[in-house]
């Protein structure tokens, strides 16, 4: 009896170290609280520290009222008076918390944070996470096991087309058509291996027209030179 008052001694003593200890807050601030006997509410101050939720006599003080821990219960909402909600504990001998804020965003505030503060809803949360991050896994893996190279299929032979013949005597050892120089058929060859180059229709025209106008002035230029040479033969006879 005399180990277990002892460890209930130690307990509280680290309790009210954490309570008062520098670690982060979760949440706090004045909630009024209805008492254990009677149903009148106290204002007391809440500071909500992972799943441990410790009360105030006042804000700043170093011990605290009391403690409740957030695990195995539910938080659900009470009509007894504007903004309040209870901390509910089903187990045989629990005890009900009643609270009551001066809002509705305070109340929804306060419901969420002590909703998400046991044990029990952090480890959902972890598996929940998990379960995530596996299926988001699968998919990046299947994604890159899906990817197929696609290859191109080889090109089959072609037949030639219809009415293209050649002549059997022109082929040579290696079944080419022989090509002897200065033939029509090394001339067109040759003309198949030039580049062809896309000409504008006006720019043709104005080519050959120069060249027609020049050959024209050329001969009447001619045509003039031998009338006055014949006239001037005519001239010396008479």
Known sequence: MANKNITMKINEKNLGAFASSATPVDREGWLDMRGEVGKSYQRRWFTLKGNLLFYFEKKGDKEPVGVVILEGCTIELTEEEAYSFKIVFQCEGGRTYYLCTSSQASMESWMKALACASYDYMKLMVAELQRQLDEAQAEVVAEATSVVTVTPPEDEPKAPPRGQRYNPFNRGPDSEPKTVPG?????????????????????????YGRKILSDRSQWRARIVKQKEDFSDHTLIEL
Not at 187 to 206: C, L, N, Q
């Open 183 to 207: 033939s029509r058929h090394h001339k067109e060859s040759v003309r198949a291996e030039v580049p062809r180059k896309m000409v504008p229709f006006r720019d043709i025209h104005t080519a």
